[in-house]
């Protein structure tokens, strides 16, 4: 079982920044990767980024693209979120989550997840 804890979220005016962290303490090496997803209120939760644990391979969604910057500490099974000129539509409850296969962008494989932060972002 690998558990998930994210922290980092909070208000902040369009055009601000927030970093959100993700702690897997029991992460094992098989683990492929770490991805962000998020939830915008009465929506689908959708992909926001992933990066692979031991290469550092990037993925990223066309809508964070050049304003959201994913990396990770391998020694400390933590991974990062960095979110700039963020914008309203950025609001979400914001999800980290473990994955052991190669296919980054579903979250159909996910098996573990954290319980979210939320990001609110203000007009």
């Known amino acids: 079982q690998v558990q998930l804890v994210e922290s980092g979220g909070g208000l902040v005016q369009a055009g601000g920044s927030l970093r959100l962290s993700c702690a897997a303490p029991?992460?094992?090496?098989?683990?492929?990767?770490l991805g962000w997803f998020r939830q915008p209120p009465g929506k689908e939760r959708e992909f926001v980024a992933a990066i692979s644990w031991n290469v550092g391979n990037t993925y990223y969604a066309d809508y964070v693209k050049g304003r959201f910057t994913i990396s990770r500490d391998s020694a400390k099974n933590t991974g990062y979120l960095q979110m700039n000129s963020l914008k309203p539509e950025d609001t979400a409850v914001y999800y980290c989550a473990a994955t052991y296969s190669g296919n980054y962008y579903s979250k159909t494989s996910y098996p573990y997840w954290g319980q979210g932060t939320q990001v609110t972002v203000s007009s």
């Open positions: 029991g992460r094992t090496s098989s683990s492929a990767g």
